[in-house]
């Protein structure tokens, strides 16, 4: 200011003091939720996320309700759809008619929002009745609380007592779209165009966040947990619900200026991590950069905006959940292949044992994984199950270091996922058994693994161990990524709950 000036302030949404470049910022928004005078019981219209809901599910949430959120997040495709009628725009018209119409409502205040899942690890999903022995000795109530949080007890650990109730708490906010490069949010996984191309077809009919992304920070302090406390001890929430696996959703509204400016500030310093939502997260950055450049060649403004000059589509939805105090659970996504042209157990196993010790297990599903580091289950055909721990001798070091290249001494070559991939199927399965072009497919749950081999629909599953949290963080610190479905974070947050208009 020059002398005898007032002193002025730069305007940033709900702040009251400069961001950086380099800082996380989040502000409150207008949230748009169903309406419960009209529609009271809100586990008949939520969903999971889109990318874990199966055809069968699908055609369940469609029949639940008529306004489940399952036509917003993953329409159906009709016979003769095309440009002008798909499943996209019909998304987009339900989405603004169900607003028009009272079915969904917006807060009249921009506001913040916590959102508490409870759950039991007894209520994971299995596949199918038989198989729950199966599934349980793999991820089940028995877990320790280090497994539980995806680190897992060695093979001497004692176990403790579980937890009868497991909570995730976070705050869902608007927050500013960064490039990785800033290093601001980061991502843990690699992503794929498909479900790019989709999500955004699907952002420009509705124009809004139909879902939050999934971020996580560390503070071993809990530095917002107190203010989260407060609110929840001293207000009832403003949704609350069960869902179908038993999991107990709550959600609390807060506007107050104060306790909102001061959760502002408290994560300036941090940084994200994207715990699920990598396709959304980029998706909203393609769609920013569409809006900018059409605001640009019809109003003039700026491509290099300043501050004080934010639209709603440079910020995304995303519940923030920190990692270091709260309940969270990683399982492994396990690996099924198909499409062998001479699926041969003898060579698979014998160019195996150059890398690992192995262990015929027989025909049942053992009671757990082996249990130590870089070791796997593997399911072959109907020959059964072998043990696969890596030795761990100068000999089979260089091997692998050799196969893993430049990755060998990085956090992403130390991971279970990456060794699985490179080393046994890449090498072993792909260059030395000549099998080029084995189909490949995923799932949470080991029984449905196990029941796809036994039943022939696949000739091989490979089961892994969790990853652990210090791994994750270790690979995205180093500026990598895992691959792709290298985690399931449990329970993911529901879709229908709060969605955000990008309306401008």
Avoid at 159 to 181: C, D, N, T, W
Avoid at 221 to 250: C, F, K, Q, Y
Avoid at 272 to 301: F, Q
Avoid at 454 to 463: H, K, L, P, T
Wanted: a negative charge; one cysteine or more; proline letters at 6%.
């Amino acid at each position: 200011t020059t002398k005898g000036e007032k002193p002025r302030q730069i305007y940033i949404p709900s702040c009251t003091f400069p961001c950086g470049d380099n800082m996380a910022e989040i502000i409150p928004f207008e949230g748009i939720h169903y309406n419960q005078e009209r529609i009271a019981d809100l586990s008949k219209v939520i969903a999971p996320p889109y990318d874990v809901i199966s055809p069968e599910m699908q055609n369940i949430l469609y029949e639940r309700h008529p306004q489940n959120v399952i036509r917003l997040i993953l329409g159906k495709d009709r016979p003769g759809d095309g440009a002008h009628e798909n499943k996209y725009i019909r998304a987009g018209k339900a989405f603004r008619r169900w607003l028009t119409e009272g079915i969904l409502v917006a807060d009249s205040e921009p506001s913040l929002y916590i959102y508490e899942e409870e759950y039991s690890l007894k209520a994971f999903p299995t596949y199918g009745k038989k198989q729950t022995s199966g599934r349980a000795q793999f991820s089940d109530s028995s877990a320790s609380d280090d497994e539980h949080s995806g680190r897992r007890s060695g093979p001497s650990s004692v176990k403790s007592a579980p937890k009868s109730s497991l909570i995730q708490r976070g705050i869902i906010a608007a927050v500013k779209i960064e490039e990785y490069e800033k290093g601001i949010i980061l991502p843990h996984e690699d992503t794929m165009p498909g479900p790019k191309q989709d999500r955004l077809a699907l952002m420009r009919s509705c124009k809004a966040n139909l879902s939050p992304i999934f971020g996580m920070y560390t503070d071993p302090s809990g530095g917002a947990d107190s203010i989260v406390s407060e609110i929840i001890s001293s207000n009832r929430p403003a949704m609350e619900l069960t869902d179908d696996n038993g999991i107990s959703h709550r959600v609390w509204s807060f506007c107050d200026k104060d306790l909102v400016r001061s959760l502002e500030r408290y994560f300036l310093d941090k940084q994200i991590y994207i715990a699920d939502g990598h396709h959304r997260y980029e998706t909203a950055m393609v769609y920013r950069d569409e809006i900018r450049s059409a605001k640009v060649a019809s109003e003039g403004m700026a491509p290099n905006y300043v501050t004080g000059n934010n639209i709603p589509a440079d910020y995304v939805m995303m519940w923030l959940v920190n990692m270091d105090t709260q309940d969270l659970t990683v399982f492994p996504t396990h690996r099924m292949l198909e499409n062998f042209k001479a699926l041969d157990k003898s060579r698979f196993l014998q160019a195996a044992e150059r890398f690992f010790t192995i262990e015929e297990m027989g025909d049942l599903m053992p009671e757990s994984l082996p249990g130590e580091e870089h070791s796997f289950l593997v399911l072959i055909d109907k020959a059964g199950y072998f043990s696969l721990i890596m030795k761990d001798d100068p000999a089979t070091r260089t091997q692998v270091e050799k196969l893993l290249g430049k990755e060998a001494s990085s956090p992403r070559g130390n991971l279970d996922v990456t060794l699985l991939h490179e080393i046994l199927i890449n090498h072993i399965m792909m260059r030395e058994l000549g099998e080029t072009d084995l189909n490949l497919s995923y799932t949470r749950d080991p029984g449905e693994a196990q029941a796809r081999v036994m039943n022939g629909r696949c000739q091989m599953a490979f089961f892994l161990s969790p990853t652990r949290l210090d791994d994750i963080r270790s690979v995205v610190k180093a500026g990598q990524r895992m691959p792709q479905k290298s985690t399931y974070f449990y329970p993911k947050p529901l879709s229908g709950l709060i969605f955000r208009d990008l309306s401008l």
